[in-house]
């Protein structure tokens, strides 16, 4: 059974991390403020809409986001700005499935190597 508060928790943690506030992704992923907040609390379910957008935000795998124990690649990032709008994310999220499908690329082509 899923944790909802330890898979808010990571979200809240990427959100942070990247320096967003709930507001700014609450209007990436269409929702209320408010809602993103419950998420994050632990409070809602997820569904697998949100999940794959974060992950798409956050640069990461939708099992990074839910499980504990995923060993998922992550990109690492911080954003300066304050100022970024809903489609200034839209964007760097189509960036950033470019470099997770890099990613799955690269363990695919590690594996053929090896064997």
Known sequence: MMNFVEVGKRIKSLRE???LN??????YLSLDQSMVSKIEKGERKITSDVVEKLARLFCCSSDFILSEDA??????????????TAED???????????LNQFEMD???EARRRG
């Open 107 to 109: 363990r695919i082509w």
């Open 71 to 84: 060993d998922g690649e992550s990109c690492a990032m911080s954003f300066r700005s304050k100022g970024f």
């Open 22 to 27: 709930q507001k700014t992704v609450a209007d």
């Open 89 to 99: 994310l839209e964007a760097l999220a189509a960036v950033n499935q470019i470099a």
């Open 17 to 19: 991390r990247a320096n």
